[in-house]
T-cell receptor, first 113, second 106 residues
C-alpha cells in the first residue's frame, strides 16, 4: 500500500505570490490534516479535513486555506506569501481521525524569498 | 491548547547504550503517538499509545494517562536511531512537543 504522497518536494517562491501544495492520503484514509514545521515554532496544526469538510482549524491567518476532494486527496493554498511562511509543510492521513494512528508524508519544503 | 513538554531536549549516546525519553502533557487525551523524524524530514510513526505499554523490537513505550506522561525507551541504540523524536497528543488536532534530538555515535 502506498504511503502518503506530497508534491512537490521543494518549492521556491517570492513574497506576494501564492502556492498550492498537494497531498494524496493512504488508500482508504478519509482524514487528512496539515502541519507547518519551522525551527522557531516547531510543528503546528493548520487544519484537518474529513469527507470534503474542514473539521478542525488551527490558529493561522486566512491566507492559509485548504480543501479536500471526493477521492480524499487534499490541497492547501497559501496566498500573498510572506518570508515567515518558509517552512516544511507536512500532510498526514488516518482512517477517520480521532483515536487512530497518524501517517505522514515526506513534506513540501517551501522557501519564500 | 494542550501543552506538551519533552525531555531531554538533546541526547548523545554511544552505540549500544540505552535511553529513556519523556513526554509530559497538560490535559487528559485519548490519543498519544510517538514519531521519529529522520534527517530527510520524514516523520515515522513509532507508537500509537494512549495508555499502557507496547514494544516493537528495541523500542518500547509506556503511557500513564492518569499522571499525564509517556516514556519512550530505546535499547541497544544504533546510529540509525539518530534523529528527532516527537511526542504528539490530541485526536483530530495534534499538539506536538519540541522533540528530543538524539545522536548516536559509533
Amino acid at each position: 500500500k502506498a504511503g502518503v504522497t506530497q508534491t512537490p518536494r521543494y518549492l521556491i517562491k517570492t513574497r506576494g505570490q501564492q502556492v498550492t501544495l498537494s497531498c494524496s492520503p493512504i488508500s482508504g484514509h478519509r482524514s487528512v490534516s496539515w502541519y507547518q514545521q519551522t525551527p522557531g515554532q516547531g510543528l503546528q496544526f493548520l487544519f484537518e479535513y474529513f469527507s470534503e469538510t474542514q473539521r478542525n482549524k488551527g490558529n493561522f491567518p486566512g491566507r492559509f486555506s485548504g480543501r479536500q476532494f471526493s477521492n480524499s486527496r487534499s490541497e492547501m493554498n497559501v496566498s500573498t506569501l510572506e518570508l515567515g511562511d518558509s517552512a516544511l509543510y507536512l500532510c498526514a492521513s488516518s482512517l477517520s481521525g480521532g483515536r487512530e494512528k497518524l501517517f505522514f508524508g515526506s513534506g513540501t519544503q517551501l522557501s519564500v524569498l | 491548547g494542550i501543552q506538551v513538554e519533552q525531555s531531554p531536549p538533546d541526547l548523545i549516546l554511544q552505540e549500544g547504550a540505552n535511553s529513556t525519553l519523556r513526554c509530559n502533557f497538560s490535559d487528559s487525551v485519548n490519543n498519544l503517538q510517538w514519531f521519529h523524524q529522520n534527517p530527510w524530514g520524514q516523520l515515522i510513526n513509532l507508537f500509537y499509545i494512549p495508555s499502557g505499554t507496547k514494544q516493537n523490537g528495541r523500542l518500547s513505550a509506556t503511557t500513564v494517562a492518569t499522571e499525564r506522561y509517556s516514556l519512550l525507551y530505546i535499547s541497544s541504540s544504533q546510529t540509525t536511531d539518530s534523529g528527532v523524536y516527537f511526542c504528539a497528543v490530541g485526536g483530530y488536532q495534534f499538539y506536538f512537543g519540541t522533540g528530543t534530538s538524539l545522536t548516536v555515535i559509533p
